[in-house]
């Protein structure tokens, strides 16, 4: 039985989109992602970074369409990346895998309501 880790943030966009290709040639494509929460009591503004990988057609799609500053909805599941670092103490990681994304903005910056939902 698997259990449910899906997840949908909105936010804006804080860096242009990483490609890289995996050892098999697939594309893989990495940004973060800037979520604005209500103030605290003190008026405070709170913003929490969430890093986003997205795959194949959705990572080609991503390094052309999203760039910094852009407002997009992420829909997607939850991945957690574990490892040991150099002193031997596990590390860990988790982001969103995105399975679909609406870009509010296109790389021009024109408003816009697009929304792309590959397979990951």
């Not at 990495?30 to 503004?45: I, K, L, M, Q």
């Not at 596990?90 to 903005?105: D, G, H, M, P, Q």
């Amino acid at each position: 039985m698997t259990n449910m880790s899906n997840v949908t943030i909105e936010g804006f966009v804080t860096a242009n989109p990483v490609v890289k290709k995996t050892k098999t040639g697939k594309n893989i494509c990495d940004f973060s992602v800037a979520v604005n929460h209500n103030p605290t009591s003190e008026g405070e503004p709170k913003v929490s970074f969430f890093d986003v990988e997205t795959w194949e057609g959705l990572a080609d799609y991503s390094s052309s369409h999203i760039k910094k500053g852009s407002k997009v909805i992420v829909f997607g599941t939850l991945k957690q990346d574990r490892w040991e670092n150099t002193d031997g103490k596990i590390k860990s990681k988790i982001k969103i895998v995105a399975n679909t994304l609406r870009n509010f903005e296109k790389a021009g910056h024109e408003q816009s309501d697009e929304k792309i939902a590959l397979s990951a």
